[in-house]
């Protein structure tokens, strides 16, 4: 495997290769002697940078600092990919590996200061949105997520823009029969130029604690529009490729959410970033509380809702929803199950260690509980040695 760095230099970024600078415009065989390459980003504080790939019969996945998968796409329709990363979200690793059943696989890898502007097209309010047409998307705390769709006629390729900068969002693209071509996770990504061969499909984003309204943007310009700024790699290549599931369901394309509110059913639950207890607690809901529903993950057991001071993912055992809620936007953001948790069991003679399952993220009153317990084995354990120390003294 080859190995890249990019590090920011103010406005550009340096394409590294063996210690040697790697010309931007050459372009990298992927085979069986070299299957995959990884680019490392590192961006200044508070800069954002731009990654651009030319592709064929590759796939891409790009990594956080904590080796989580921040953006994926696995599809052989996907031509050229831009992606913007967030200020201030860490060094990236971008993965660049051939599609499985391809001989050969081909990617040009360069940096750029900002993304490939599309011309200014006609908006849309409502319907599919095809060549030269933009549709904007309002995200709010109530309505933290919605959907466009995307026509690009058959027999050819089209630019489809997405940008959500200060949405902390998460986005997944989706064809007409619910395969997902590419998802970008955890707002590390703020917007996306993907070059894609024609079909029908779906963009949808998601806002994550939207702090104040956001207004995102889908947008669509024909290949010829950025011919000077985008060119596709023309390699001769009759290698059979197949592509790749990711695990979003089959059938129908989500649709945007009908009116759909959930109710909280338990004493005081966990509202977390993400579908899982694997996911951080940005606050707590109580009985009787009830929240509009964004959407859901794909297996169904967890809903994001929107809240006073943004969105959040709760667990569907611990709401009972009321509504239209059939047609819920499908997110495939990945279920996360929390690890379990070492607990320390102090005694006077030693200090032992234990594993013990991850309590349920069923109310937050469960964690301070096990707190107070901690608190008094203290005290008990103080009041031993104060005696202790007074016999001593005896």
Not at 18 to 37: C, V
């Amino acid at each position: 495997m080859k190995r890249f760095i990019l590090f920011a230099a103010f406005s550009a970024l340096l394409l590294v290769f063996g210690g040697a600078a790697l010309a931007q415009d050459d372009i990298i065989t992927l085979n069986d002697a070299s299957p995959s390459i990884d680019a490392v980003i590192t961006l200044p504080q508070d800069m954002s940078g731009v990654v651009s790939l030319d592709l064929q019969n590759a796939s891409v996945t790009m990594l956080d600092s904590n080796n989580e998968v921040v953006f994926l796409m696995t599809d052989p329709r996907v031509h050229h990919l831009e992606l913007s990363i967030a200020p201030n979200t860490g060094t990236h690793t971008v993965h660049v590996e051939r599609l499985p059943g391809a001989v050969e696989a081909y990617v040009r890898i360069e940096s750029k200061s900002e993304m490939t502007t599309t011309p200014p097209a006609a908006e849309l309010t409502q319907g599919q949105v095809t060549l030269n047409q933009e549709a904007a998307l309002p995200l709010n705390s109530s309505a933290p997520g919605g959907s466009v769709d995307v026509a690009i006629p058959q027999d050819t390729t089209g630019l489809v823009q997405a940008t959500f900068p200060g949405a902390n969002a998460t986005a997944q693209v989706v064809d007409e029969s619910g395969q997902v071509v590419a998802a970008a996770y955890n707002g590390h990504v703020d917007a996306v130029n993907m070059l894609v061969d024609g079909g029908n499909y779906t963009f949808t984003i998601l806002g994550n604690n939207l702090a104040s309204d956001v207004v995102a943007g889908v947008a669509v310009a024909p290949q010829e529009a950025v011919a000077e700024e985008i060119a596709p790699i023309a390699v001769d290549n009759s290698a059979d490729m197949g592509i790749v599931e990711t695990g979003a369901p089959a059938g129908d394309a989500p649709q945007t959410a009908a009116a759909c509110t959930a109710t909280i059913s338990a004493s005081s639950v966990n509202l977390r970033s993400g579908p899982g207890t694997g996911y951080t607690v940005l606050s707590y809901g109580y009985r009787g509380e009830t929240y509009p529903v964004g959407g859901q993950n794909p297996q169904g057991n967890w809903f994001v809702i929107g809240t006073d001071t943004g969105s959040a993912w709760v667990s569907g055992s611990v709401i009972v929803r009321s509504g239209e809620c059939d047609g819920l936007t499908v997110y495939n953001i990945p279920y996360r199950e929390a690890e379990p948790a070492p607990v320390v069991i102090v005694t006077p003679d030693a200090v032992t260690t234990v594993v013990q399952p991850a309590q349920p993220a069923g109310t937050y009153y469960d964690d301070d509980y096990y707190e107070h317990e901690d608190e008094h084995e203290h005290e008990e354990h103080e009041h031993e040695e104060h005696e202790h120390e007074e016999h001593d003294d005896d």
